[in-house]
């Protein structure tokens, strides 16, 4: 069956520390992969989108990562502030797909200070 | 530039009861896309009109049905409401370009349904 994976836990780490959170998927052949960031009682904010071809992207203190052999995707911020604080989601598009949107389950990212 | 805008935020209604929730694209944006989320859980694909059609459908029942008008804003009906229609529902706007496929989406704020 088809799966999206995120960390299921939350994911709790100091200010100024680099945060890595792990999207993994089944049985899908995404054309391109988005990461989102959503506030309690928000709709998500786009925040980078990598196609298939692409390796790595990157957008100020964030990085992104596809891999469609291991059929992953790593979402890193460097230097997390407590304002990064947050559910993130990973979500799959694919080929033809018109611009929808397969989303997992997302993980909720605290930073401490 | 407003973004997308829903309303209402919030809606309490019964049990049998039908509901409208209605949704405003960013300036520019053709498709509006209907999402579906659970507590605790990612977003649910309904579906999304573009040209005033629906153009794709994600696992949902009859009971939910959209439109979409000519100036793009678009409405999600959900009829004979259960409790497990209980949920945010988001509304999504994009551009569909055929030289710049699979754009980012942006959502509005969500209209909070409970149902009682």
């Known amino acids: 069956s088809q799966k999206i994976e995120q960390n299921s836990e939350a994911l709790n780490i100091q200010e100024g520390k680099t945060a890595t959170l792990t999207c993994n998927y089944t049985n899908y052949s995404p054309a391109y992969l988005q990461w989102y960031r959503q506030d309690p009682g928000r709709g998500p904010v786009f925040l980078l989108l990598i196609r298939e071809n692409e390796k790595e992207k990157r957008k100020e203190r964030l990085k992104v990562t596809f891999d469609t052999t291991l059929k992953q995707s790593l979402f890193h911020i460097t230097a997390s502030q407590p304002a990064d604080s947050a559910t993130y989601l990973c979500?799959?598009?694919?080929?033809?797909?018109?611009?929808?949107?397969?989303f997992g389950t997302g993980t909720q990212l605290k930073v401490e200070l | 530039d407003a973004g997308v805008t829903q309303s209402p935020t919030h809606l309490i209604k019964t049990r049998g009861q039908q509901v409208t929730l209605r949704c405003s694209p960013k300036?520019?944006?053709?498709?509006v896309s209907w999402y579906q989320q659970a507590l605790g859980q990612g977003p649910q694909f309904i579906f999304q009109y573009y040209e005033e059609e629906e153009r794709q459908r994600g696992n949902f029942p009859d009971r939910f049905s959209g439109h979409q008008f000519p100036n793009y804003s678009s409405e999600l009906n959900v009829n004979a409401l259960l409790l497990g229609d209980s949920a945010l529902y988001l509304c999504a706007s994009s551009l569909i370009d055929r030289d710049l496929p699979n754009t980012e989406a942006f959502f509005g704020q969500g209209t909070r349904l409970t149902v009682v």
């Open positions: 979500a799959l598009g694919l080929t033809g797909g018109g611009n929808k949107l397969t």
């Open positions: 300036s520019g944006h053709d498709t």
